[in-house]
């Protein structure tokens, strides 16, 4: 069992910056892909990022390419989302996940641990 708990969520203005963090622990939580996603008011959970364990490849969504970095730690178990150039349709809830699968992948319904989540909220 894999638990996640995220941090560094807060109100910023717009073109601000953020990083928020997900410290994983439980099971091989050091060993397995990570994902971000985030849930705006009435809308579905979209993936944001995800980064393999092994080798540290990433993949973004097209609206966040060039504005968000995701990085990890596998010493900590952390894993990292730094946020430029925010815009207002960033005010969500952003989650971190967890799968199994050992390859980078983007729905939802593949990870199967997930954080409570942290709010953001972007200001214009």
């Known amino acids: ?27 091989t939580s050091s060993r397995v892909p990570m994902a971000w996603f985030r849930r705006a008011p ?22 966040v390419k060039g504005r968000f970095t995701i990085s990890r730690d596998n010493v900590r178990n952390t894993v990292y989302l730094q946020m430029n150039s925010l815009k207002p349709e960033g005010t969500a809830v952003y989650y971190c996940a967890a ?3 050992g390859m980078i992948a983007t729905p939802p319904s593949v990870y199967k641990y997930w954080g409570q989540g942290t709010q953001v909220t972007v200001s214009s």
């Open 1 to 27: 069992q894999v638990q996640l708990v995220e941090s560094g969520g807060g109100l910023v203005q717009a073109g601000g910056s953020l990083r928020l963090s997900c410290a994983a622990s439980g099971g």
């Open 99 to 101: 799968q199994n699968l």
């Open 42 to 63: 009435g809308k579905e959970r979209d993936f944001l990022a995800a980064i393999t364990w092994s080798n540290g490849d990433t993949r973004y969504a097209d609206p």
